[in-house]
């Protein structure tokens, strides 16, 4: 980042926050730095889930993320996508935060994923119960800031999306996933049932009698960050 840049901050409550980087405080490395609530309007129990350039800072637009989308994914199962340019300053953008996504009620943003423009990827959806569903970017809309989206992944009732993961083609990517007990579970997304956007998907854990496992979170690991 350069001081002509600016970073756009996505909250879970479906807001995002606009910083040009020279605006940020001068904090050496090591101090503590400056809490954004310190400076932003924030909702209670409001926090950040994602963080990524702008491309539109204030000096000329950065051309090679232009036509980029960001994939947003709510715990109640809506997804969306949304041009990366859109997210852009407003008047008063530096003490409030602007709506990405308009939210259900009860409802809130679990996932914020930049993806580049002509590129192939997989969205994979794994709910607490342990119900798992992929199926192409492409399926799933773009929309302005402020749309609901449309529905990801059909729920059961008392569940919820715990992980929406973006897999691009032909990499070799994993899934790791963590349960409530402590256990860790390490597949290939391929293992995921592959369905239209909006089924139900198919169990990825066994369901025990007594202690059944629930997913809590999972993260997407590739060659370049995979232990």
């Known amino acids: ?7 756009v901050m996505i909250t879970n409550k479906g807001n995002y926050i606009y910083i040009p980087v020279n605006e940020l405080p001068d904090i050496r490395w090591n101090d503590m730095g400056m809490h954004i609530s310190q400076k932003y309007r924030l909702k209670e129990g409001e926090q ?11 000096g000329d637009a950065d051309s090679s993320i232009a036509e980029d989308k960001v994939l947003l994914a709510t715990r109640l199962g809506m997804i969306k996508q949304t041009r990366l340019d859109e997210f852009v300053t407003f008047r008063s953008y530096k003490t409030k935060s602007a709506v990405a996504m308009k939210l259900k009620k009860d409802d809130e943003l679990i996932s914020a994923i930049p993806v580049k423009d002509k590129t192939d990827y997989q969205v994979v959806l794994l709910t607490h119960r342990s119900y798992s569903l992929r199926y192409p970017l492409s399926e799933v809309s773009s929309y ?34 963590l349960t ?15 369905a239209s956007r909006g089924s ?21 690991i590739t060659d370049a960050n995979a232990p």
């Open 1 to 7: 980042e350069t001081a002509y840049d600016a970073i």
């Open 48 to 58: 950040l889930i994602a963080a990524f350039k702008a491309v539109q800072g204030i």
């Open 144 to 177: 302005s800031l402020r749309a609901q989206g449309v529905i990801g992944i059909n729920l059961k009732e008392e569940d919820y999306v715990a992980a929406a993961l973006i897999i691009e083609d032909d990499t070799n990517t994993q899934i790791v996933g």
């Open 180 to 194: 409530q007990r402590g256990n860790i579970k390490r597949f290939k997304p391929d293992i995921v049932g592959s």
């Open 200 to 220: 139900r998907g198919i169990l990825l854990l066994k369901e025990l009698k007594s202690q059944p496992h629930r997913l809590i979170n999972a993260l997407a």
